[in-house]
């Protein structure tokens, strides 16, 4: 690749179309920072902004959306390659660039095929039409004459005369993108619905997949962030004298909380940091642990809003032949990435550019604008691989880090944090408190239902860009909003058929721990409730658990995946638990449905669980998971993202637990706060239900949603003990055991 100005790399291309023959490896955005493609227009009613086409016929597609490891970086391509019909190893992609994408929000909320793909879509049909177009202008015959194969187009009445799109596109579309382009209908697609190989699998194999971590510029300088474990901690002295007499080291950078130690390589950066002192005015004390759930629930409310009424539920529960009440608890998690966060940035003549893992690099633009004080169109961020996703590289704090160093030593700078900082000091999922109460006619159908869930306030309101509460902005004085913590009253509605329902948020008005969206906020701690309830419930009605769920649905789709994961499990009915008296190790199945949102995808799981009656401990055997996001794109792709988020989930749902003293936070390493480990991984089964023709929806965050529950219906059916609160770590089985008159000595 051919190196280029520095003074020209972030300026606009002026030339229309970028016009681009560069092999793919050459695409990756590990570029070095010389041979970064220039800027060029990202308006999104702009075709040019989509894609570029070469002499070649190879396809240059440009999307505001990341890979994540989720394998959107393939299923795009075959939207791109299917709807423009080339094939699909003509297709490259470009991910997450400022410079040169278009803003399409931030990469999550299973929004990326479902938003994301629908908007490339659109695009590549505009490219394709208006290439026909042209075809028939230069050889004066109708459009509608025409076809295109593997992106030549075709006369169909003298199938000789063809043209290829790198003959006809010239030096660009030059076009607005048409809303109402003519789609391709679904029977004539070819690579839509096919399990092709992801493209980043081979890189990342052989070890050549270009991480932030790996990534380098020349004269780069080495960075860490000194922060204390105290939540509000202020800084009351600094002595730096030993760490000067380190080798390597440059110097320290402060600015108002923000404490910094620049070296010239990687070690000396650790090396000097340790040896800062640094006295610390600790914050004051958060709520008590072990009283969390209470504590939560006493906090002050900022609003209430029913998120779900229908008919009248005081008299449905006062007519009921039986009612049912129960209280449910999720804890406070972090995002537990398998590496530390990383960044790199570099400030030149007044611009910077930063190489960041954020999954919203366009919102991430503005923030550090307003971090910095620069203005947003002298940032540039350009997106590459991190160690972990799904929340956490919303709020990329490295980023902000680097970018304030860089600014302040004036040479490329790259800042990793430590494995304290990443689980100690992300940002945390808030907790939850959900009350549920169900009333039941003399025939054991729910007639009413009535939920009041404690959730975080939501203090991002306008959208567009988002605002992440970013530890570089509070420790220079910026004032940011509170919390970003997604729509977390979603899936806090009944997800049944019910003739009585009330849902009610209670809107907390303040966390007191940073907070940010954990992988399916909000849905999988409500369903976690819901679903939860709705076996105790069935319990009450002494009817089996699939049985009552079949009994209160009358959406199609959702029975369909109810009944596919049975039969996929061979889910045999029974309404209460059958224990072994003297066996120790017992086991039991539970199930779990969702449709996400109340609105998109369905998914149904099936748990298989051991418990130990004597220790208390929990081990997952199978997950059976039905699933139906409409229109498949990859087959292979859902399958990984169904198996990653349930293996993910587990975790989540058996041990992950942020633990704290005072202002302290404690889990600061997989000793304290442990993830699962590979023997403990369950076998995890997948029945993908294709809707060809229908909307395609997102896999990543569904089927998490359905797994807590899920398991802990299934540890009621072992032992009839009910856990009502995550996560399921074995002292907290042992007390439902006990509880329940199971445990055994």
């Known amino acids: 690749m051919n190196n280029l100005d520095r003074r020209h790399f972030l300026k606009a291309s002026t030339s229309g179309l970028l016009v681009v023959s560069f092999p793919f490896s050459e695409l990756a955005q590990a570029a070095t920072p010389l041979g970064l493609t220039p800027a060029k227009s990202v308006a999104k009613d702009a075709l040019d902004t989509w894609l570029s086409i070469d002499r070649q016929n190879q396809v240059t597609i440009y999307v505001g959306k990341v890979d994540l490891g989720t394998g959107t970086k393939t299923a795009l391509a075959q939207i791109a390659a299917e709807e423009l019909s080339v094939p699909f190893h003509h297709i490259h992609m470009v991910m997450g660039d400022t410079g040169t994408t278009p803003d399409q929000w931030i990469t999550g909320a299973a929004l990326t095929i479902q938003q994301g793909g629908s908007e490339l879509r659109v695009a590549a049909a505009s490219a394709r039409a208006a290439l026909i177009a042209r075809a028939a202008q230069q050889w004066q015959v109708p459009a509608a004459q025409l076809k295109v194969v593997d992106g030549q187009v075709i006369d169909t009445l003298a199938p000789s005369r063809q043209l290829s799109y790198g003959a006809l596109i010239g030096q660009g579309f030059e076009l607005k993108v048409d809303p109402k382009a003519m789609l391709k209908p679904h029977t004539d697609y070819a690579v839509v619905g096919r399990s092709i190989p992801r493209v980043d699998i081979p890189a990342k194999v052989s070890g050549e997949h270009p991480y932030v971590h790996d990534f380098k510029l020349p004269n780069m300088l080495h960075a860490r962030v000194i922060r204390s474990t105290h939540i509000g901690a202020r800084i009351a002295s600094v002595n730096d004298q030993a760490a000067r007499k380190v080798k390597g080291f440059v110097r320290t950078v402060r600015q108002g909380e923000f404490l910094a130690v620049v070296c010239n390589t990687e070690w000396a950066a650790v090396k000097a940091a340790r040896a800062m002192v640094v006295q610390w005015t600790p914050g004051p004390d958060l709520p008590a642990k072990a009283q969390l759930d209470a504590a939560w629930r006493q906090m002050p409310l900022a609003k209430e809003e029913a998120t779900q009424k229908v008919g009248q539920i005081d008299t449905a529960l006062a007519n009921a032949a039986k009612t049912v009440r129960a209280s449910y608890h999720f804890t406070v998690q972090t995002h537990a990435s398998i590496g530390p966060s990383c960044a790199v940035a570099h400030f030149e003549n007044g611009e910077l550019v930063v190489w960041s893992a954020s999954q919203a690099t366009h919102s991430m633009q503005h923030e550090l604008s307003v971090i910095t004080g620069l203005p947003k169109e002298r940032i540039r961020l350009v997106y590459l691989d991190g160690s972990g996703c799904y929340g956490r590289n919303g709020h990329e704090d490295a980023s902000a880090d680097a970018a304030l160093i860089a600014i302040a030593i004036g040479r490329p700078v790259r800042v990793q944090w430590m494995r304290h900082d990443e689980t100690a000091l992300a940002p945390k999922s808030p907790p939850r408190a959900m009350d549920l109460e169900a009333a039941l006619d003399a025939n054991g159908n729910i007639v009413g239902w009535k939920g009041d869930f404690y959730i975080a306030l939501n203090h991002i309101q306008a959208f567009k860009p988002l605002d992440f509460p970013l530890l570089a902005a509070a420790e220079t004085g910026v004032p940011r909003p509170g919390n970003w913590v997604g729509f977390l009253f979603q899936n806090a509605g009944a997800p049944y058929t019910v003739p009585n329902i009330q849902v009610t948020t209670k809107h907390v008005a ?109 081990r997952v055997l199978r997950l059976v998971i039905a699933h139906d996001c409409g229109q498949m794109i990859n087959p292979d792709g859902v399958l990984n993202q169904i198996q990653g988020g349930a293996i993910q989930t587990v975790s989540r749902t058996l041990m992950e637990d942020v633990r704290w003293s005072g202002s302290q936070i404690e889990s600061v390493d997989w000793a304290t706060y442990p993830i699962l480990r590979f023997g403990q991984v369950p076998k995890v089964e997948a029945v993908l239900i294709d809707r060809p023709g229908q909307p395609s929806w997102g896999a990543g965050e569904q089927t998490p949603t359905t797994i807590p529950a899920a398991i802990a219906n299934a540890i009621f059916d072992a032992t009839g003990a009910r856990l009502r609160q995550i996560p399921f770590v074995p002292d907290r089985v042992l007390a439902a055991l006990k509880t329940a008159g199971t445990a055994m000595a």
Do not use: C
């Open 510 to 618: 303040q966390t007191f721990l940073r907070s940010a969206h954990l992988r399916s906020p909000g849905r999988i701690e409500n369903s976690f409730a819901n679903e939860s309830f709705m076996d105790e419930v069935a319990h009450a009605a002494g009817v089996d658990a699939a049985e009552f769920r079949l009994r209160h649905l009358q959406d199609p789709r959702a029975k369909d995946v109810v009944q596919a994961v049975l039969k996929a499990s061979q889910w045999s009915p029974r309404v209460s638990a059958s224990i072994p008296a003297k066996e120790r190790f017992v086991r039991g199945r539970g199930i779990s449905y969702v449709r996400y949102n109340n609105a998109i995808t369905y998914v149904a799981t099936v748990a298989e669980v051991e418990v130990d009656r004597q220790s208390g401990a929990v």
